[in-house]
């Protein structure tokens, strides 16, 4: 019943900006995490920014203090700013979140940056 609803990805030269925006939606329960992951093309999928219900944040250490996670727990939205942007950093941007018996993912948005 949970769904995930990413917006925000696109194009941005090397050093530039772009905020993702996550909306969760439906029976929604209590996460235990929410955060951002990004998968290139033939890449594992991996952490960039996760929030857990502790109040910690994790940073994946390519962040390098680029980017900063933001939990609206009233609006079931997490938001990922990404400053600084490298050609590196282009991938396919997913939001998920967990429980501690589940996990649900967004479609995706598309992250390209161009040197």
């Known amino acids: 019943q949970v769904q995930l609803v990413e917006s925000g990805g696109g194009l941005a030269q090397a050093g530039g900006s772009l905020r993702l925006s996550c909306v969760a939606s439906g029976n929604i329960p209590n996460f235990r995490t929410m955060g951002w992951y990004r998968q290139a093309p033939g890449k594992q999928r991996e952490s960039v920014a996760v929030w857990s219900v502790s109040g ?12 900063t996670i933001s939990r609206d727990n009233a ?27 589940a996990s649900y993912w967004g479609q995706g948005t598309q992250v390209a940056v161009s040197s």
């Open 56 to 67: 910690v944040t994790t940073y994946a250490d390519f962040v390098q203090g680029r980017f």
């Open 75 to 101: 609006k079931n939205t997490v938001d990922l700013q990404m400053n600084s942007l490298k050609p590196e950093d282009t991938a396919v941007y997913y939001c998920g979140a967990s429980t501690w018996i």
